[in-house]
């Protein structure tokens, strides 16, 4: 049985979530140790523990991508100070590092799901707000979340907050926090987003998270085509609208719009669901393609693939923008 301690991630939260979270899920290790922050646990399901004992060196406003710290061996220096703590503490295991470099975000991998697990402590509310603060880059901080709050609860709708205390406005002391959930802020934000009907926020980590768990999103978008949205909008399975930069300083649109995508989630969730089961093998993609348009944009798809190669299942993967869930199965011939 192979055994395995990954080393963890110091960089930005968003980052974590789009490929190490999935990376450790994706290890084809049947025991894993995987090393995460306190009340992190939760991003973790498919590690059979957690190292928890260390502190990350790099401070928040310097996790950007996990590279740009202005210290170019910082990660290696402190992984070389963390593995004879590991293999001290599991002799037994491999310490493993991580490495990204995939084409594709972890989040696009064929056949690939990934949920986080928290228990559930909180309130169920109506709306979840990522009402981030950035440490860093603050255009993308949007300073019109007290407005928002306000006109949702006037419509009656109950207000949830994700993230950590400190790096949220402060502005929400009527809402449901993430940060009083006696699991920790992380595991508050996954029972928040898992037990709401609909998601507003940034391009920053939370919306990431959102993605993953498939909630029904809007995302405020700061400027226009920025590269990080494309991969939060392909991991949701649920619905993702967005909001334009030109109404970046218009509250009253952004209220509007929110009260428009609540409707139309709750709509989403109540419709019947199609089904399409695919059978597919090497050179498939025309075939495939004709028989897939004729299902509506909501089908739940299962397909099957014969004999496929790994190039073969990320050219299927493209009609995950098209459908709810692919399930590209490789099945080998007798």
């Known amino acids: 049985m192979r055994r395995v301690v990954i080393l963890p991630w110091l960089g930005e939260f968003g980052w974590m979530i789009m490929r190490h979270c999935h990376y450790v899920q994706w290890l084809d290790a049947p025991r894993k140790v995987a090393c995460c922050q306190p009340g992190q646990e939760c991003l973790f399901p498919s590690a059979a523990e957690c190292f928890t004992d260390w502190k990350n060196p790099i401070p928040d406003h310097s996790r950007w991508e996990g590279t740009a710290w ?63 603060q950035r440490a860093f880059d603050g255009t993308r901080n949007w300073k019109h979340w007290p407005a928002l709050a306000d006109t949702l609860r006037d419509e009656g709708l109950t207000i949830g907050v994700v993230g950590r205390e400190e790096s949220t406005d402060g502005s929400s002391d009527e809402a449901v926090h993430a ?38 999103t809007l995302l405020l978008e700061a400027y226009a085509s920025h590269h990080m949205i494309g991969p939060a909008e392909r991991a949701n399975k649920s619905l993702f609208r967005s909001l334009g930069p030109e109404h970046w300083e218009t509250p009253q649109v952004a209220a509007g719009r929110v009260l428009a995508t609540l409707q139309e989630a709750d709509a989403w969730h109540a419709r019947p669901q199609a089904a399409c089961e695919v059978t597919a093998g090497p050179g498939m993609t025309a075939e495939i393609d004709a028989c897939l348009r004729q299902w509506p944009l909501d089908t739940r798809l299962t397909l099957t693939a014969h004999g496929c190669t790994e190039g073969d299942l990320q050219t299927l993967h493209q009609y995950r923008n098209r459908f709810v869930v692919i399930d590209a199965r490789r099945k080998h011939d007798p």
């Open 70 to 132: 202005g210290d170019w061996g910082a990660k290696d220096r402190f992984y070389s100070e963390l593995t004879p703590i590991l293999q001290a503490s599991y002799p037994e295991h491999e310490i493993h590092a991580p490495h990204y470099g995939c084409q594709w975000h972890m989040a696009d991998a064929p056949g690939f799901t990934f949920r986080p697990r928290a228990a559930h402590e909180l309130p169920a509310v109506d709306v979840v707000l990522g009402a981030r």
């Open 179 to 216: 940060w009083d959930h006696p699991d920790g802020d992380t595991a508050g934000s996954v029972d928040l987003l898992a037990h709401c009907r609909l998601y507003v926020g940034v391009d920053s980590g939370m919306t990431h998270l959102a993605s993953v768990l498939s909630v029904p």
